[in-house]
């Protein structure tokens, strides 16, 4: 019986297809596909019961992992049981070829019309073969490279069964308290938008239906990031201007470079929790922007709107969040229980359901399901694909490219490969396991190369490895929750015993990979533990000290920015942590990593980001007290945005603009040369920012606004090229418009967001 319907189905689609097919030879456009494809999803969508529809609404967790708390109703015969009925749209956390063939048999072979699970997982920085974490990858600003680790994290992901990422992360955030800083691109929105274009393209491919790409993710739709006082899952309230020229840019990007699904989020915005917002996922998101794929919730964000108080029970909830374009509800329960009711009772219009379940629809279309559901679920691909040489040499090549020098005095390093007594110092250098991250899905524990394994790679010196201190006592098996050493110090002699006649001290330091991501927010951004008076106590005995940080956040060390010759932020690179910081201390790599997000001197100057409004008393004109400033501490920040050394020197010279005077519509061609002084080849991430002096509202003192990642031979100089036309120039205002104003702007060019090379032309 079950497999006759199935074919129903199938006789269905077919005939749909063949004649689709006469219109594609006629005009092979890319509208006729999108026809075709409404024809499939309104002719699957005709033969589904209301129970059906609402099934594929639903998103379940598979019996495997979790990744949020767990809803009271989700236990595996409520789930089994649904199923079997179609009741299912798709899973989450099921990972494995076995797997994924088991649970879109029940879907495809046991329920009435066979439509197929589309099969979800967070694939952040990787599947089994980990690259750097976003942030870190971000660092690099460079989009050939972050684009191709996407796609073999497609790779590996799809050959596991896998077919939709919760990826790429695009929320803006200016405040490095916020945990899950590690999984975005940091605080600027143009740079925000090209990684985000990078990723997608990484992860979609130029088709979607081939076995090795899978749909991506753009989360958390929105102000997620800007959530008050860095505390996870707290509220957000920013005015329209700001939404739209920092939040919303990279989404808008994502929409256009047609990523397949949004995520809303925990938070709220002004006081509507985003997953009941009309605004943005109606107005803004399928409206204004025509997003055509679906909205699928967070983690059981349906159901919070009612301890947001915004519902007082889940039928309400339910209503919202539908009314309002939340077309999937993740691990909620809240859908599957009361939408059907809502439909027969008239409170929701079904033309709803069928807006959510036909982009539902649409997307497994475009993903191939319906012409083999198990596509992805090839034993050979798992075992040959995932892991592969390859693979990791290109997160080898990943992780160098993300390193940022921040500091080299009296160039200590790179450091000389023989005849040196060096002593390497740190928990985290001996550490497997910490620098994989957060988000590692299906990585084994304790399988990144460590500092101490890349640094022996090397034999020409004498190494010698102390802990100093432990950084942590333990971490729970299920929270993956850092029990942070705060007593003991019984290695902190030895430490100092062997950098006392060491030429040089490598110190790897930091935060644990587990101590940034989802609900692990911080109030102090200082070297966790005891690691901090382990680096003073070394540095007394010898300062030839190289800081090797490992964070999945901006710190703030005052203390070692000051003393300590060289610091590299090393972030977590995923498994070939060990081989890149090797490469990198000995020059096989000369590093040209840019921070994505300013590093500020303490928590107090948070939030604390480049481009920052100019204020009525921005300085100090008078000579008094009375600017705005503080009285204990500078305003700049300890390292800013976009800041990062190489072993060799870069000059910018000769800033050229055209003319001084533009029209509106007009294109500004600038050009600077950038040479290479220093004695290494090398990389330079050329940056262009603006300033619009005079606005109808106050306007950032620095924009980015171009970046060009620049190879220049030792004694090399090239000519870089910019244009600026509207869209760089122009912003929204308060009523999320887009508006482009006549009037005095400065350019500036150079390695960092301080850069002081300038020029200047008017906008007539
Ligand atoms: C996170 C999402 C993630 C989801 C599924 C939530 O807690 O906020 O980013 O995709 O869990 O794992």
Not at 150 to 171: K, L
Not at 518 to 525: G, V
Not at 563 to 573: F, G, R, Y
Request: net charge neutral; aromatic share 10%; charged share 25%.
């Amino acid at each position: 019986m079950i497999f006759r319907i199935n074919k129903i189905v199938l006789s269905c689609l077919c005939l749909i297809l063949v004649t689709s097919f006469s219109c594609t030879t006629k005009d092979n456009s890319k509208l006729n596909k999108s026809n075709i494809l409404d024809h499939k999803v309104d002719s699957l969508l005709a033969l589904m019961t209301l129970e059906e529809k609402v099934g594929q609404m639903n998103l379940y967790n598979g019996f495997w992992e979790v990744t949020g708390p767990m809803p009271q109703e989700g236990d595996s015969k409520t789930k089994y049981d649904h199923l079997r009925k179609g009741w299912v749209g798709g899973m989450l956390n099921v990972k494995g070829v076995d797997n994924v063939r088991k649970m879109q048999q029940i879907a495809v072979e046991e329920t009435r019309l066979g439509i197929p699970l589309i099969i979800g997982y967070d694939v952040i920085h990787g599947y089994k073969t980990l690259s750097p974490i976003p942030l870190a990858e971000s660092a690099s600003w460079d989009l050939e490279a972050i684009e191709k680790s996407a796609r073999i994290a497609a790779v590996e992901a799809s050959a596991a069964g896998i077919n939709w990422t919760f990826a790429p992360m695009v929320d803006i955030s200016r405040d490095p308290r916020w945990g899950r800083v590690m999984e975005g691109a940091g605080e600027d929105p143009y740079l925000g938008s090209k990684i985000a274009a990078a990723r997608i393209k990484g992860f979609q491919g130029e088709d979607l239906s081939r076995p090795n790409t899978i749909a991506a993710t753009a989360k958390h739709f929105a102000a997620y990031g800007f959530t008050e006082a860095g505390r996870e899952y707290n509220t957000v309230d920013i005015s329209t201007s700001k939404l739209y020229n920092m939040v919303l840019p990279p989404f808008k990007t994502a929409a256009e470079n047609d990523v397949k699904t949004f995520m809303n989020s925990f938070n709220d915005l002004n006081g509507e929790p985003v997953s009941g917002s009309k605004y943005l996922q109606r107005d803004i998101l399928k409206g204004e922007w025509n997003f055509k794929g679906f909205v699928v919730s967070d983690w059981a964000s349906i159901n919070e709107i009612i301890y947001w108080g915004r519902a007082k029970n889940k039928k309400e909830a339910a209503e919202i969040a539908s009314k309002a374009g939340s077309d999937m509800d993740m691990e909620g329960y809240v859908y599957i229980k009361e939408l059907v009711n809502l439909v027969k009772e008239g409170i929701v219009d079904e033309r709803i359901i069928n807006e959510a379940v036909g982009r539902i629809l649409r997307v497994k279309f475009e993903l191939g399901l319906f012409d083999d559901p198990y596509k992805y679920c090839n034993k050979e691909n798992e075992r040959k694909l995932i892991g592969q040489a390859s693979h990791h040499e290109a997160a080898l090549d990943m992780a160098k490219k993300s390193v940022v020098l921040l500091k080299n005095d009296n160039n200590l390093l790179p450091l000389k490969k023989e005849g040196q007594n060096i002593a390497l110092i740190g928990h985290l250098a001996n550490d497997k396991n910490s620098p994989l991250g957060s988000w590692r899905i299906a990585s084994d524990d304790n399988t990144a190369i460590s500092i101490l394994e890349g640094m022996n790679a090397y034999k020409g010196n004498k190494l010698t490895y102390k802990k100093g201190v432990n950084l942590y006592e333990g971490i729970t098996a299920f929270a993956q929750e850092v029990k942070i050493n705060t007593t003991d110090r019984t290695g902190i002699t030895e430490a100092i015993n062997t950098a006392k006649d060491a030429d040089v001290v490598v110190m790897v330091l930091g935060e644990h990979g587990f101590q940034s991501g989802e609900a692990r927010s911080r109030t102090q951004l200082d070297l966790p533990g005891l690691q901090q008076e382990l680096l003073e106590a070394v540095y007394k005995v010898n300062k030839n000290i190289v800081l090797v940080l490992q964070n999945g956040r901006p710190l703030a060390l005052e203390w070692a920015a000051e003393h300590i010759p060289a610091i590299l932020v090393s972030w977590q690179l995923g498994t070939q942590t060990g081989n890149a910081i090797a490469q990198v201390l000995y020059g096989d790599y000369n590093p040209s990593g840019k921070l994505p997000m300013t590093f500020p001197r303490n928590v107090g100057q948070i939030p604390i980001y480049y481009n920052y409004k100019n204020t009525g008393r921005a300085t100090n004109r008078e000579g008094n007290v009375f600017w705005s400033h503080y009285i204990d501490q500078e305003n700049t920040p300890l390292f800013p945005f976009g800041h990062g050394l190489s072993y060799t020197n870069f000059d910018y010279s000769d800033l050229t603009i055209e003319s001084q005077s533009y029209s509106i519509n007009g294109t500004i061609n600038i050009s600077v040369s950038v040479s290479n002084v220093g004695d290494y080849d090398g990389k330079e991430v050329v940056q262009l920012y603006i300033r619009d002096l005079v606005g109808s509202i106050v306007r950032p003192v620095k924009e980015l606004k171009g970046f060009e990642l620049v190879s220049l031979k030792k004694g090399e100089t090239k000519r870089i090229d910019f244009k600026l036309t509207k869209a760089e120039l122009g912003f929204y205002n308060n009523n999320g418009e887009f508006i482009i104003e006549s009037g005095d702007f400065e350019i500036f060019v150079g390695g960092s967001s301080d850069t002081k090379l300038k020029e200047n032309f008017t906008l007539k």
